[in-house]
């Protein structure tokens, strides 16, 4: 199984990204998915989770209005939309995929990708 994420980079605060992660090996459509980040000196948090058909999102609070997270599973693809960036976004930001919904915890994941550096500069 390999999760391959991309799309990060350096914006300025309001600004937007979008963030992919495009999934082999695997039955994509089976797997729910999710974002997380982690900052230097922090522990890796929660972002957004979209159920197996993308009928489901959930937000932390800290994102919900300004990300939005959605797949393409004829492309085996997730997203990850941010608008309204602000320096406190800033993070390495994974996309993972585990079989069951709803689950928040970095250890009910079962696969990651390798992360992209999102960096907002006030």
């Known amino acids: 199984v390999q999760l391959q994420a991309s799309g990060g980079g350096l914006v300025q605060a309001g600004g937007s990204l979008r963030l992919s992660c495009s999934a082999s090996g695997l039955t994509f459509g089976s797997y729910a998915m999710g974002w997380f980040r982690q900052a230097p000196g922090k522990e890796r948090e929660f972002v957004a989770a979209?159920?197996?058909?993308?009928?489901?999102?959930y937000y932390a609070d800290s994102v919900k209005g300004r990300f939005t997270i959605s797949r393409d599973n004829a492309k085996n693809t997730v997203y990850l939309q941010m608008n309204s960036l602000k320096p406190e976004d800033t993070a390495v930001y994974y996309c993972?995929?585990?079989?069951?919904?709803?689950?928040?915890?970095?250890?009910?994941?079962?696969?990651w990708g390798q992360g992209t550096q999102v960096t907002v500069s006030s």
């Open positions: 993972a995929a585990t079989k069951q919904w709803l689950l928040v915890a970095v250890k009910e994941y079962d696969y």
């Open positions: 979209i159920s197996w058909s993308g009928g489901s999102t």
